[in-house]
């Protein structure tokens, strides 16, 4: 069973940047897609972002507004979510996700293994 383990989250100001990075364990990290998902309290999980298995293709929600960017490193397990021009409204726990089945998945049921999530907060 795979494991993510997300980190890089923290208190930010708005308008600040932070770099949240996520490792996967095993050994088939670049056959699938990653993503990234968030939930902020009282809400819902939501999209944010998603990378294809070898990394050329991205998806973004529309609230992304080109302030993040997703990317991989395959070599080393990594996927990473760059944040710029945070919001308060950003504030949330962000969750590493993986698709075995996929290639570019948006919705929750589509991914099959979580990370356990990093706190984001911003304030303003």
């Known amino acids: 069973q795979v494991q993510l383990g997300e980190s890089g989250g923290g208190l930010v100001q708005a308008g600040g940047s932070l770099r949240l990075s996520c490792v996967a364990s095993?050994?088939?990290?670049?056959?699938?897609?990653m993503g990234w998902f968030r939930q902020a309290p009282g809400k819902e999980r939501e999209f944010v972002a998603t990378i294809s298995a070898k990394g050329p293709t991205t998806r973004y929600a529309d609230f992304v507004q080109d302030r993040f960017t997703i990317s991989r490193d395959n070599a080393k397990n990594t996927v990473f979510l760059q944040m710029n021009r945070l919001r308060p409204e950003d504030t949330a726990v962000y969750y590493c996700?993986?698709?075995?089945?996929?290639?570019?998945?948006?919705?929750?049921?589509?991914?099959?293994?979580w990370g356990q999530g990093t706190q984001v907060t911003v304030s303003s």
């Open positions: 095993g050994s088939t990290f670049s056959d699938y897609a």
């Open positions: 996700v993986r698709s075995t089945r996929f290639v570019l998945p948006t919705t929750p049921a589509q991914y099959n293994n």
